[in-house]
């Protein structure tokens, strides 16, 4: 068994690949149960991200589990190899405390992937996907991620999605403040983007969700007010700014939707910031005239901001990282002798319990006990000595002077000069 990580990322693929092979949260268990339990692989974590799905196992073969996420997903492989990623051993263990780090993201130290990996293993452990090999490799990664984020200045001036698409916003509007937002989601990522707008002042902030009662927690803290998705198609039109991120595996919003909408705004501009992976938003809205939309990867170049003053920062990250990867790939190393180290304690202890039953024997016959002690110390030394003994005797010249060599450090025997 080895450790393999695979998957697409903002790096490799486009955003229609990507919404393609993304896990909703109702998938995660039903995926990973499906995996190992084709026993394909003997343990898996899939992450799965707007900017990334990839999936982390412990397997002999690769190829099966590639051809599984295709099939998983109703995909051709030949369709899905050229955006792919395949990471064996110490580069996959490199690439997972890579994004732990931040180092990865879209932006650059960004904290919010860590979470979402911890997530990632959280759900694996739940579905009994996560083995001792996973496990270990996982504490280390969140391990090095705050060693990197304490000892670096990573995340120093970076700018989040959040924080992008309300930069965004007053380069279209140029002030927020005299424009009404709508939230459609109530995420982790909804959340973010709500903080930077709501700090703007705008007139109205509304926020739609499919569960009203976390739509209506959500308004509560940003003086906003909750609606149901059912009442978009009302609600659209009152609307400037639209910020959606849901767990949607079909668009909430399409074009003929927008165009109702438009019409009822008397042509004024919708500005849209579709953040979900699979797309909130349908492709073809973009080709309306008044409305500005924004996916994911359009805001490649508010979230670089910043980034020259971070590359000392990186260099030391990924120094730390190469440190890690060295120490991890020595503990798995040495879990590659723990079958032939507990092999040895197992005949060592059956030649123990040999020779001290027989000991016993003699001892209840009336023998003296000195001379028990001494036969039995012999008989364990005899047996222990026997197979190392009769391997190097029937080796021939070139395993012997090898033999030798691995004897004499396995024992520390020094030879007098």
């Known amino acids: 068994m080895q450790l393999f990580a695979f998957g697409v990322n903002h790096h490799t693929a486009p955003l229609d690949i990507r919404e393609h092979v993304a896990f909703s949260d109702e998938s995660m268990r039903h995926a990973l149960h499906d995996l190992v339990g084709h026993q394909l692989v003997k343990e898996a974590a899939i992450v799965s991200t707007c900017n990334r799905t990839e999936i982390y196992c412990n397997t002999d073969t690769p190829d099966k589990a590639i051809s599984w996420l295709a099939d998983f997903h109703h995909l051709r492989i030949g369709d899905l190899e050229p955006y792919l ?4 051993r110490e580069q996959a263990v490199k690439h ?6 931040g180092l990865d993201s879209m932006v650059l130290g960004e904290p919010q992937i860590l979470g979402q990996m911890k997530n990632a293993v959280k759900s694996a452990e739940q579905a009994g996907t996560l083995g001792l090999l996973l496990h270990k490799m996982f504490q280390r990664t969140f391990y090095v991620a705050k060693e990197v984020r304490t000892s670096t200045e990573i ?5 989040s999605m959040a924080a992008a698409s309300a930069r965004l916003a007053e380069r279209i509007f140029g002030n927020i403040s005299e424009q009404k937002v709508l939230f459609i989601g109530a995420g982790e990522m909804i959340e973010l983007c709500a903080a930077h707008f709501v700090a703007r002042h705008p007139i109205q902030v ?20 909750a609606i149901s998705l059912g009442e978009l198609p009302d609600q659209l039109a009152l609307h400037d700014i639209v910020i959606t991120s849901t767990a949607s595996p079909l668009p909430i919003l399409g074009k003929g939707m927008l165009e109702r909408a438009i019409k009822q705004r008397k042509h004024r ?26 996916y994911v990867d359009d805001l490649a170049d508010i979230v670089k901001e910043g980034l020259d003053n971070r590359q000392g ?38 030649y123990r319990r040999h020779e001290l039953a027989r000991a016993y024997k003699l001892l209840a016959k009336g023998e003296d006990p000195e001379k028990v002690l001494e036969s039995f110390s012999s008989g364990l030394t005899n047996k222990f000595l026997h197979l190392p003994s009769s391997v190097l005797n029937h080796a021939t010249d070139h395993e012997r002077e090898q033999l030798i060599e691995l004897v004499n450090r396995l024992y520390q025997l020094h030879h007098p000069q």
Do not use: C
């Open 206 to 225: 509304t926020v739609a969700n499919r569960t009203v009662e976390r739509a209506e927690a959500l308004a509560q803290r940003f003086n906003a007010r």
């Open 155 to 159: 995340g120093a001036s970076s700018v």
């Open 313 to 350: 920062a990186v260099t030391q990250a990924e120094t730390i990282i190469e440190s890690n990867v060295v120490d991890f790939m020595h503990w798995v190393a040495t879990r590659q002798s723990v079958p032939t180290i507990r092999a040895l304690r197992d005949q060592a202890e059956r």
């Open 96 to 101: 997972a405390f890579r994004v732990a780090s």
């Open 269 to 294: 501009p919708v500005f849209i910031v579709d953040l979900a992976v699979p797309r909130d938003v349908e492709p073809e809205v973009a080709e309306l005239d008044d409305v500005f939309l924004y």
């Open 85 to 88: 990623y395949k990471l064996l």
